[in-house]
């Protein structure tokens, strides 16, 4: 008979996000701490859900059925991690930026990212490089995260990491960039720290840049 994470981590892996905030209420009924329901649960599904995305087993529109079981399901569990304690292992804020009006990426990353259990502070879309660099100042981010999906508009991510240098916020963060046109040679050549092919790379990049 599966027990309480067994259930948790199928049900994020076959996205059924109606299913994962009633199976985090019953876990906190049978009295399991909250960081357990998140590690031997949420995240394990959606670790199983990155290896089947890397194998090609699952795509985009799979993977982001499990990102919106996981975000359901932390809606419930998030408060109660809050009060217990239990920090997030990073806190990355995204964009996509000036000029660029795409945002699906840029959101299936963030969904990622909050379901490996770091904290997402989603700047929108057509993001000036001042609101990268008051985000980069605010004292808590770790990590910007910079999309674009239009060659047009990718020149924007050099634009806005020359900002952070030039206000001093370059220090204090992080750069990870990605979207569709953009190369990791691209990403060495504008500066950036790292660089995300697709929405599970991300995640692990994130977690490398933040020592997660």
Do not use: C
């Amino acid at each position: 008979m599966e027990n309480i994470f067994e259930k948790l981590a199928q049900a994020v892996i076959e996205g059924r996000n109606k299913e994962t905030p009633e199976l985090v209420s019953q876990a906190f009924q049978e009295g399991i701490p909250p960081e357990d329901v998140l590690n031997k649960g949420l995240l394990a599904g959606m670790e199983e859900v990155g290896r089947l995305f890397k194998a090609e087993e699952y795509y985009v529109p799979e993977v982001l059925l499990s990102a919106r079981a996981m975000r359901a399901a932390m809606e419930v569990l998030r408060p109660v991690l809050v009060k217990s304690g239990v920090e997030p292992k990073g806190i990355v804020a995204l964009g996509t930026v000036k000029g660029d009006l795409h945002d699906i990426g840029k959101d299936l990353v963030g969904m990622m990212l909050e379901g490996g259990g770091f904290q997402v502070k989603d700047l929108g879309r057509d993001v000036s490089p001042q609101a990268f660099v008051e985000a980069a100042l605010s004292g808590d981010v770790q990590v910007v995260g910079l999309s674009a999906l239009l060659t047009t508009t990718m020149e924007n991510m050099r634009v806005t990491i020359k900002a952070l240098e030039e206000s001093g916020a370059r220090d204090k963060v992080k750069v990870l960039v990605g979207g569709a046109p953009v190369t990791e040679a691209y990403a060495k050549e504008i500066g950036a720290d790292g660089y995300g092919e697709d929405a599970v790379s991300a995640v692990e990049v994130v977690k490398s840049l933040v020592g997660a």
